[in-house]
């Protein structure tokens, strides 16, 4: 079996893989600084929760985009499976070419997410992931990815509303009985997904006009990926599991490469 987790600005988002079988799958803070024993008591402990014998790991995989907690996360991960963990960045055969003027400034989990979209579900595809900011990354035939775009997370708007005003609350992210608010939590709700949803369709149309790529298929995934998609009829696919799936299909890529486990 092997590890992997996907780094990000909000949350570890973890799974374990038996071939292509996805076992078990957790969530850790980002934010909480954490040392190498505190990230190795707490990762034994969710495994086994889980009902995944740590032992039974020999192979792992990281995607990251918060560099500050690699170290302690890296030694925690080494000293639970056994080896180094394989760390997605320049070098690693992924099957999709980075074009553009500044392709080594692609975000990990971007390259992740396109790759398991492309291998998934084939190309042309535009891949949204809801996340702590709103990506959008198009992938044409022959996994060619030269082209993203990136918004700010319905979380990041909603922690504006409520941190640079005086009177607006901290609010539950949901989709209210009707835009047509009546009350200022409802108001919220109603600007922060509805504006969501607006943006989401506006911009897969003008990628879909200005590419010219008109049978495009839209696949979506993230934390709030499942709120946006049950609500438009622009996006074709919502994969909750895509991150997690990409870094498998990158760890089988390179297995042979892979850094020696049980050492």
């Known amino acids: 079996m092997i590890l992997v987790a996907d780094v990000g600005n909000t949350n570890i988002t973890w799974g374990v893989y038996a071939g292509k079988l996805l076992k078990a799958t957790f969530r850790m803070t980002t934010k909480t600084p954490r040392t190498s024993d505190e990230y190795l008591v707490l990762l034994k402990g969710i495994l086994r929760e889980q009902g995944v014998d740590p032992e039974a790991l020999d192979g792992s995989i990281v995607a990251s985009v ?3 907690v690699m170290h302690s996360l890296l030694n925690a991960i080494h000293r639970v499976t056994g080896g180094r963990p394989m760390i997605v960045g320049p070098g690693v055969k992924t099957g999709i070419k980075v074009a553009g003027e500044d392709p080594k400034g692609i975000g990990a989990d971007r390259i992740v997410d396109v790759v398991a979209a492309y291998e998934k579900y084939g190309a042309p595809v535009l891949v949204l992931d809801f996340g702590t900011a709103t990506t959008y990354d198009l992938v044409t035939e022959g996994g ?14 909603s922690e504006a509303l409520w941190k ?58 993230g934390g709030l990926g499942r709120l946006i998609a049950d609500e438009t009829d622009a996006i074709d696919i919502y994969d909750a599991n895509l991150t997690l799936d990409g870094l498998r299909i990158i760890y089988e890529k390179n297995r042979k490469a892979a850094p020696k486990t049980k050492e």
């Open 164 to 221: 640079q005003t005086a009177k607006l609350p901290n609010i539950e992210i949901q989709k209210p009985k009707s835009i047509l608010a009546q009350d200022t939590i409802t108001s919220m709700q109603a600007g922060l997904v509805y504006g969501q949803i607006g943006q989401t369709e506006y911009i897969i149309n003008k990628v879909k006009e200005e590419s010219g790529i008109k049978d495009l298929k839209v696949v979506a995934t």
């Open 144 to 157: 060619n990815f030269n082209v993203g775009i990136t918004a700010p997370g319905i979380r990041i708007c």
């Open 66 to 68: 918060v560099p500050d």
